[in-house]
């Protein structure tokens, strides 16, 4: 069983531009969820898609977007970015049920990509 | 105020040594996780282990285990016998709800540093 992949890896924006990063979840993770993580933070939930659709969201303004295919990869997209855009984000993935751990349903993370908008 | 707080923000530890890395949480939801992850440098956070709310004994992962102590709403993380790779970043993350569709609150972390 592959993990979750993110990429780029890392990338280098100016403020204003817009940005695009990409996940690869796990076969049969139809449920994917996006964090931000800046420096020196926990991972703040950004939001998650469900089949293909958004179906919750953090406090995140509507320049940050997503989309979810069919083959289990995602986009998170954000537009006119801003300096405190800054930050890792983290993609993460689960089955219909989870990893089923003692009764949880277990988020698989990605690596990240992190953005250094300046 | 902040569902997750993890009031230590770096610890150091001597190789083969038990830590406890504190976790306090604030929920009114009678049914709810709690998980803690570890973030190495590379970045991915990864699954150490797990406690639900109505879980009666505490949960155990190998050198990993959770005291979970629900009066006190906290739910420390204990690593017994460190090693010089336990090093890294540790998250008391949150997941309100039965149903695991809520997104988990994390807490700031704590850097564990373990010193051979």
């Known amino acids: 069983e592959t993990g979750v992949t993110q990429s780029p890896t890392h990338l280098i924006k100016t403020r204003g531009q817009q940005v695009t990063l990409r996940c690869s979840s796990q076969s049969g993770h139809n449920t994917v969820s996006w964090y931000q993580q800046a ?18 969201r953090g406090n995140f303004p509507p320049r940050f977007s997503g989309l979810q295919f069919p083959n289990y990869s ?39 990509s992190r953005l250094t908008v300046l | 105020a902040q569902k997750i707080t993890q009031t230590q923000p770096g610890m150091f530890v001597q190789e083969k040594e038990a830590v406890t890395l504190d976790c306090t949480y604030d929920t009114s939801d009678p049914s709810y996780g709690l998980f803690w992850y570890k973030q190495p440098s590379s970045g991915e956070m990864i699954f150490l282990i797990y406690q639900g709310s109505y879980d009666q004994q505490n949960a155990t992962e190998g050198r990993y285990s959770l005291n979970f102590q629900k009066a006190r709403k906290s ?27 809520t997104p988990l609150v994390f807490g700031k972390g704590t850097r564990l540093s373990v010193i051979a």
């Open chain 1, 39 to 56: 420096l020196g933070q926990g991972p703040q939930f950004i939001f998650q898609y469900y089949r293909e659709e958004e179906n919750g």
């Open chain 1, 74 to 112: 995602s986009e998170l997209n954000v537009n006119a970015l801003e300096l405190d855009d800054s930050a890792l984000y983290l993609c993460a993935s689960r089955r219909p049920g989870g990893q089923v751990v003692s009764g949880a349903n277990v988020l698989t993370f990605g690596a990240g």
């Open chain 2, 75 to 101: 739910a420390n993380l204990v690593i017994s016998a460190s090693q010089l790779g336990d090093s890294a970043m540790y998250f008391c993350a949150m997941r309100e709800g039965g149903s695991g569709n």
